[in-house]
């Protein structure tokens, strides 16, 4: 199998896909600015008496359980139950999975609510939607990517997800397919939202791509291919924040193709 990374790209910024997010306080103005950079069209949107109707003119679905409130839990039950039905794809983000019995709890009944099309979070997060004992620290990873691999395939046996795990070397798997993403810089980890907007970036690729696992792995190497071009120019978080934005607007199709370490298997 070969990722059409240049392709995948070209048609994003071709179509810009609306990406419907019910994401977190902490991420909305950098993920909704980095939705804008790589191409799509994001719209936040969590109130209950409305996301039904926006899930059925979005792309994708963008499920974050950064910030917890019961109101936003409803919204989130029905626009996931409104994007099975209507076919849109769903990317959760289990942020901080483990953390609370409040947040497990939610996360149980999302998932029971609707299968996603891409999970997608950290080591820790997705050995603990997959049911194992692990000591989590907040939204932090305790657990490294590739130790998560037995978890992830766990998840996606068990709902017919992609699952990708980010961490120094990012792991995507579904099925007898696994890949591998080798792009990145450790300051990645220092600016918030980095992994929220991983999340909605394949998000955007979703809703072009049929294949979502393409369409995960072309979000991974997107990031980490920005992430090292932008570090040429910015070596302190906040200045790597705006360097990462503007790289991801600036990349050419063919440049992330020919920058990108991915392995497939």
Not at 114 to 121: E, L, S, V
Not at 202 to 219: H, L, M, Q, R
């Amino acid at each position: 199998m070969v990722i059409q990374l240049e392709a995948n790209l070209e048609k994003l910024r071709a179509s810009a896909p609306l990406v419907h997010n019910i994401t977190n306080f902490v991420v909305m103005n950098f993920t909704a600015n980095a939705l804008l950079a790589v191409g799509a069209s994001p719209v936040m949107a969590h109130a209950a008496e409305e996301v039904e109707d926006m899930v059925t003119i979005a792309g994708a679905l963008v499920v974050n359980i950064g910030t917890l409130s019961p109101q936003w839990v409803d919204g989130m039950k029905l626009a996931m139950k409104k994007a099975a039905e209507s076919g849109t794809p769903i990317i959760l983000d289990p942020v901080g999975a483990g953390a609370t019995p409040y947040r497990n709890r939610v996360l149980a009944e999302l998932l029971e609510t609707a299968p996603p099309t891409i999970i997608r979070g950290n080591g820790s997060e997705i050995l603990a939607l997959a049911g194992a004992s692990i000591q989590t620290k907040g939204v932090d990873s305790t657990a490294d990517s590739t130790g998560s691999i037995g978890a992830a395939h766990a998840l996606s046996e068990r709902f017919g997800s992609v699952v990708s795990v980010s961490g120094a070397v990012d792991v995507i798997v579904q099925g007898n397919r696994t890949g591998w993403v080798s792009n990145g810089v450790p300051l990645m980890t220092k600016v918030t939202g980095m992994g929220c907007s991983a999340t909605a970036i394949a998000g955007a690729f979703a809703a072009i791509c049929a294949d979502p696992f393409e369409a995960a792995v072309s979000a991974a190497a997107t990031m980490g291919v920005c992430g090292e071009l932008a570090y040429r120019n910015a070596k302190l978080p906040g200045s790597f924040q705006i360097a990462f934005l503007d790289t991801l607007a600036d990349i050419s199709p063919a440049h992330l193709a020919e920058l990108s370490k991915i392995r497939l298997e």
